[in-house]
């Protein structure tokens, strides 16, 4: 599975939207970008995933680059609740059955 | 619906004692698998179940480390001869079939602490 890029940290004002961007360039051409986010002292949570179309869901939008070389997770309208280290994650349908998560982007949404 | 649940939520132990760790899938979900996280890392894989069977256990770290799930639910992963560097949050998740592109469900994670 192709490795991600992502910044250490990041901080959003609330009610304003949270882009969180994520480089993968080695991606193939089988391979999913999912994104999962993990809430202090919890485990990780599913957010999103897709494989070369933009996706959105109730909790966020995936944008997909046409070269599918990086994309961007948005929550649309952040909340304190928001905050957060994010994980993008690519994966093949052929790849590893576990999930690598690097260390993902700290999100902090600031009142 | 209940989600995937783990016993217990801490646990301190003295370098050299033997640890059981316990997962609850969800029900119904035949894949599991066992992950690790050091503090300030992102989790680590550590063994992968389908069904009853380890299909994968090219994570865990040493011999020291085995994991089971005899009726192809709960799983119990195991540490014997417990070192300080074992110190970690042990997270375990299912997912409803085959893995590739299904989303995996966490547990809030197992707190070991080995003074």
């Known amino acids: 599975d192709a490795k991600t890029t992502q910044p250490t940290s990041m901080d959003c004002a609330e009610g304003r939207a949270a882009n969180l961007p994520c480089n993968h360039s080695t991606i193939s051409g089988n391979e999913y970008v999912y994104w999962y986010r993990q809430i202090h002292s919890q485990g990780p949570q599913y957010i999103i995933h897709g494989l070369k179309n933009n996706e959105t869901n109730e909790m966020a939008s995936l944008i997909i680059t046409e070269d599918r070389k990086s994309s961007t997770l948005i929550l649309p309208h952040a909340t304190l609740r928001d905050t957060a280290v994010y994980y993008c994650?690519?994966?093949?349908?052929?790849?590893?059955?576990?999930?690598?998560f690097g260390t993902g982007t700290r999100l902090t949404v600031i009142p | 619906g209940a989600g995937v649940s783990q016993t217990p939520s801490n646990k301190v132990t003295e370098k050299g004692k033997y640890v059981e760790l316990r997962c609850d899938p969800i029900?119904?979900?035949?894949?599991l698998y066992w992950y690790r996280q050091s503090l300030g890392q992102g989790p680590e894989f550590l063994i992968y179940f389908q069904g009853t069977g380890a299909a994968d256990d090219s994570g865990l770290p040493n011999d020291r480390f085995f994991a089971v799930r005899p009726e192809g639910s709960v799983s119990t992963l195991k540490i014997q001869r417990t070192e300080r560097g074992d110190s970690a949050v042990y997270l375990c998740?299912?997912?409803?079939?085959?893995?590739?592109?299904?989303?995996?469900?966490f547990g809030p994670g197992t707190r070991l602490t080995v003074l």
């Open positions: 994650i690519v994966r093949g349908r052929g790849g590893a059955n576990n999930l690598f």
């Open positions: 998740a299912s997912s409803p079939g085959t893995p590739r592109g299904n989303e995996q469900f």
């Open positions: 029900s119904g979900h035949t894949a």
